[in-house]
């Protein structure tokens, strides 16, 4: 078998650095599928049994994400468990699946295949791989919806294997992945730096953008994400103002990122999400004490929405141009007099 220099495969996606290097095709076979459920098959269709290819693979606890590039080959494979959406970077091919042929590859096409087995036969390629967990892409949908679970006759079919147009949208989903990949180096493979910056979240998102992408980019569909999202978090701050609230909380509780977090409320109130977190503590503060009785004292009103009380008098001041000393006096004034 004649082994191929690296020069005459593709570059890889990412982890060129960290990348797994094969000059036997049996030796590839067995390493990848070790491990998991999947039986590969990986066999040259080069002159004279040619061949070369390296893989990479990240995993993170949103996404699982390989990086494969060879020279042209045939695959069989049988006894996946779970569902596969590949892009194209360079090259492409033919894959078979339920009786199904689908073609693919730079400039045509992504492939899904949902679980179980399938054959392909490659010219010299560089492909991205993404695990598909259908209820995650499920999740992430209604989460960009608002909240509002996805029309049953926009939502992609899971079942089926099929190939994805990447260019049949207003974007160009290649590049997209493409780029997302290419990012993937630069944080050097640390799964916990690319959980930070919400990388493996951005790349899920964009499968979930590109199956749904009727539903998702619809104008009726964003303002209405907007206008849940606004009203779910405002519940939330109202019912705590009293109590600790973060970024990350309000994160937590829409499934939206800070950015997105930040526009929705910037397009709403012209603020950021903790202005107004302030801003309704202010409100709740100054309601109380204009409210007060004789005994009733800054430190337990302010006390209980505020942990800083001089950064408080200043907020307060800014927004209702006097100190709350003075809306306090002048309320227990009013309430003495009558």
């Not at 303002?223 to 103002?241: F, P, Q, S």
């Amino acid at each position: 078998m004649t082994t191929l220099s690296l020069d005459a495969i593709p570059p890889l996606a990412f982890g060129q650095r960290h990348a797994l290097h094969y000059t036997d095709p049996e030796r590839m076979s067995a390493e990848l599928a070790r491990g998991t459920s999947v039986v590969m098959n990986y066999r040259s269709v080069e002159p004279g049994g040619a061949f070369r290819a390296q893989s990479s693979l990240i995993k993170t606890r949103n996404v699982r994400l390989v990086a494969s590039a060879s020279s042209a080959i045939r695959v069989d494979a049988h006894g996946a468990s779970t569902a596969f959406f590949m892009v194209a970077l360079h090259g492409g091919g033919t894959t078979k699946q339920e009786g199904r042929t689908l073609d693919w590859g730079k400039g045509k096409a992504g492939v899904f295949l949902p679980p179980g087995g399938c054959t392909a036969r490659f010219s010299a390629r560089s492909v991205i791989g993404i695990d598909i967990d259908p209820a995650a892409i499920a999740h992430v949908t209604q989460v960009m919806l608002g909240g509002k679970p996805s029309r049953r006759q926009h939502s992609f079919d899971f079942t089926e294997p099929c190939a994805v147009n990447l260019r049949g949208n207003r974007l160009d989903f290649s590049s997209i992945f493409i780029s997302a990949a290419s990012m993937l180096d630069h944080f050097g493979g640390d799964t916990r730096l690319i959980e930070r910056a919400g990388l493996d979240d951005t790349i899920l998102r964009m499968v979930a953008l590109l199956f749904n992408f009727e539903e998702l980019s619809s104008g009726g569909s964003d303002a209405r994400a907007n206008r849940a999202i606004i009203r779910l978090t405002c519940e939330y701050i109202d019912d705590n103002l009293t109590g600790p609230i973060t970024l990350t909380d309000l994160e937590a509780l829409t499934g939206l990122s800070r950015r997105s977090l930040q526009y929705a409320f910037r397009d709403e109130f012209d603020c950021t999400p903790m202005q107004w977190v302030a801003r309704r503590r202010l409100e709740a503060v100054r309601k109380q004490i204009l409210a007060a009785r004789q005994g009733d004292t800054l430190t337990t009103i302010a006390g209980a929405y505020f942990a800083n009380l001089g950064e408080f008098a200043r907020m307060y001041r800014q927004q209702y141009g006097e100190l709350p000393s003075a809306t306090l006096r002048n309320a227990l004034s009013r309430r003495f007099r009558s």
